[in-house]
């Protein structure tokens, strides 16, 4: 087929009124020779696009409309057994030098992987459309927004971009006026010969996860499933917005944003970073079991911070939904979410009730009695395999959290960062950093217990620097120089103060020490009291620690012992810590910044050793 058989003839007529859209167009064109689409559809956005589509995939057997009367508005999808998670293996940064890409991500030589999926890509979209998806990354004209444009041929993946963006013609108006945008190209790697009849979920088992930090493009085949898919999420906001940020003085971020209000009115407002499944979104939507508190939700997942010219570094959520883990959802542990997902949600992966609403493990106390689990078969509570996958989703727009700030789509200036994981052992419910550098370097040094987020070994302890090893993209230890040079662009008395937190500590028996979920707003107030100076704090090698009245454990039934060995420090296990933060800085050689060797010589000072 030649260009000229494919139906392109409404690209013109999207595109001519803008001046500035010959490159854009231009751009489509030559993917299109690649990829060979049937048709090419250029998304607008609109309610009335949304609900024709949204038909289309459910005649097409792609999409489960659920009980209009229980779930309006809302649909189930099941992903191929083989395509229900991020594919970090076969996640590339293609840098001009492999050096840039650091020892942390998997390097390819650009021009080669540029050969590589040029065939791959060739004739990728045949028998099928490819949707043309401009979209923005934070409010559309913000001050601190961006924009790309995504094609796919996965209609799944433009409603979900739909949801989780800004996206539509209004940002064809950005480009036409020429600022810089990200270009996006996402095939399932299904082609579809003449007559051939589709599946419910199209997918290749050969994956390619592909960004170009040094053009700012991403390459995405094979995969139809969350991050492999929606490449404004964790390809754009995160490893190409990071690269952006390096260059132009900002950072991308794998983090929430929330405000919190004290009982006498004060807001503050942190960001926090949390390895994929670490309970991210329950923070995001936390409703504070203490008196008096209350916490508002700016964003679940990722976050663009900047150095404003009053020296405070703000933030905004540069998404406009949640693509959030399923289970373990449910009324005593994110009530918020469940009000959240009530209507106007596509789910993926969970199980179908026999009324046709949705159901995962952790939504209710007791399961259904009956079930068709997220591959479709028949389902109870004797099966031996869950109902719904570990990293089932949801997906909804952020403005209809109950929780969600009147404000949400605004920069807001922090007042602190926190860094968390899943650790058993070692590291105490709070911590706050001495100062910044100290901060960075409990960032670039937490690690926290593998989940089903991506593919692997569950329980494995991982380092995960800042939450981003599978989303910077570039140089690890550059990105820990570019942390500290941010700091040096605040003003030190209004930089925000950095905590690590680890809510997953565990006592001897095995079990939980603290009852996290809405119990953890006792630990942000102890924050906010430091932010505002009521509280002193005590000293410690590792940072400064709550002094233990300083803690609201009031109504809290916790024994002593607990709290004792939620904040025990052991000098012998943090010297092995201490190793072990040596032996992996090795691994980056001498890009790691003298000021994070100094942070580590004085913690094993101040340890003793
Ligand atoms: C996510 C992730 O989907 O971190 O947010 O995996
Ligand atoms: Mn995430």
Known sequence: MSIAEINISNVDEAVTEHEGLAELRGWVREIAELTRPERIVWWGGTLAETEALSEQLVAEGKLIRLNQDLRPNSYLARSAPSDVARVESRTFICSENEADAGPTNNWHEPASMRRELDGVFAGSMRGRTMYVVPFSMGAVGGPLSHVGVQVTDSGYAVLSMGIMTRAGSEVLDIIARGEHWVRAVHSVGAPLAAGEADVAWPSNDKKYIVQYPETREIW???????????????????????????????????????????????????????????????????????????????????????????????????????????????????ATAVDTLWGNTIFTNVGLTPEGDVWWEGLTDEAPAHLTDWQGNPWTPDSDTPAAHPNSRFTVSAAQAPSIAEDWEQAIPLDAILFGGRRATNVPLVVEARDWAHGVFIGATVSSEKTAAAEGTVGELRRDPFAMLPFCGYNMADYWGHWLRVGGLLDAEKAPGIYQVNWFRKGEDGGFLWPGFGENSRVLEWIARRIEGSVSGLPSAIGTLPVPAELNLAGLDLPAADVEQLFDINPASWNREADLTEEYFALFGDRVPDALREELSGLRERLGN
Request: glycine share 14%; aromatic share 12%.
């Open 220 to 334: 995405s085949f094979g995969s139809g499933y969350g991050g492999n898919a929606l490449l404004a999420k964790k390809s754009f906001a995160l490893r190409i917005a990071s690269v952006l940020g390096r260059d132009e003085g900002w950072l991308a971020e794998h983090m929430l944003l929330i405000r919190l209000i004290s009982p006498e009115g004060r807001k503050f407002h942190f960001a926090a970073a949390f390895p994929s499944a670490c309970g991210k979104t329950n923070l995001a939507m936390l409703r504070p079991t203490i008196p008096g508190w209350s916490v508002e939700t700016f964003g679940d997942d990722i976050a663009w911070l900047r150095p404003g010219p009053d020296g405070r570094l703000w933030a905004i959520n540069p998404e406009a939904g949640f693509f959030g883990v399923a289970p373990g959802t449910g009324a005593s542990t994110n």
